[in-house]
């Protein structure tokens, strides 16, 4: 914040509520004009625009029947079919993107189908975690009704992360429109596909599987509860509730059982690599 802002003081507090209260201490500049701030992203940048700029930025959007990708469209192959979940910091979003990297999958991140933007997130970025935020917002005339579906289901996790009960006709709301958008942009784009996002436990696997067919698997990364604790108190430093927070949402998440069908479970240990992760994926899937 001192280096970007060339101040020692900061001058402004921002408060959210996303199942607690979260609040972000950051720089107003003299001019009034930009907000900065450091959370857990790294730092944020606010800047004010006028309604016409705000209208021209939001025009610069993709396509949300069509967003682009780094895929070659060959919509005759119907290839692998994998979803990767688990708990959150488990590592869902890089297995995805370094299959993507490695072995040529189309990698759709979950997370961007909540926050309505492109879900083809570049397999040679650093953090697809955090890339995310920087991946363009979508267009069309199908945006509004899914802003309210996500605004729903983004309510209800708010809520779990609170404590509150899990709502399955919410998430049952949620799942099945993503589950449509997955399925028309696999027809679209063809080949092996690769998707992180949560799904907690075997009846929501269960009810996705329902709407995307037989072909899907489900790919459950697990780690020991303390092994994880770790790694996502590292991601945030200094931050005990929101590590609280993340960690009670990763107790909702189950393992694989022997009754969800095409489900495995793979174990993460903190000794293995994200490479040693992937190689695991494949001999588990006979791949």
């Known amino acids: ?52 700029e705000a209208a021209t930025l939001e ?16 919509p005759e ?37 909540a ?14 975690s955090l890339a995310q935020f920087l991946q363009k917002p979508l267009i069309g005339e199908c945006l509004e009704e899914r802003r309210e579906v996500c605004k729903r289901a983004n309510e209800m996790f708010g809520e779990m992360m609170a404590g509150g009960d899990f709502d399955k006709g ?14 028309r942009e696999r027809k679209r784009i063809g080949g092996d596909w690769s998707i992180a996002g949560v799904t907690f436990g075997q009846d929501l696997r269960n009810f996705i599987r329902s709407k995307l067919g ?3 698997v489900f ?3 697990n780690m020991e509860m303390e092994d994880l604790k770790e790694r996502i108190r590292i991601r945030h430093i200094r931050e005990e509730g929101t590590v609280d927070i993340l960690m009670s949402i990763s107790r909702l998440c189950e ?15 903190k000794e293995m690599s994200k490479k040693d992760v992937i190689s695991k994926i494949l001999e588990k899937l006979n791949l």
Not at 62 to 73: H, R, S
């Open 214 to 216: 037989p072909d899907l």
């Open 170 to 183: 919410k998430a049952e709301e949620y799942y099945e429109k993503m589950c449509d958008d997955i399925k």
């Open 1 to 52: 914040i001192v280096e970007t802002t060339g101040q020692n003081f900061y001058n402004i507090s921002l408060s959210f509520f996303f199942g607690k209260e979260f609040t972000e201490l950051g720089v107003v500049s003299e001019d009034g004009l930009r907000i900065t701030t450091k959370n857990d992203i790294g730092l944020s940048v606010l800047d004010w625009m006028s309604e016409e």
């Open 255 to 269: 393992a694989a059982t022997e009754d969800d069908d095409n489900a495995v479970n793979v174990m993460i240990t």
């Open 77 to 113: 192959i119907l290839g692998k079919f994998l979803w990767i979940t688990g708990g959150t910091g488990v590592g869902k979003s890089i297995s995805a993107q370094l299959l993507s990297k490695m072995h040529g999958y189309v990698y759709y991140e979950g997370d961007c189908f």
């Open 219 to 221: 790919v459950v990364l």
């Open 115 to 128: 926050s309505c933007r492109n879900p083809y997130i570049p397999p040679d970025v650093q953090n697809p």
């Open 59 to 74: 025009a610069k959007g993709d396509p949300i029947e069509a967003p682009p990708g780094p895929y070659k469209i060959q």
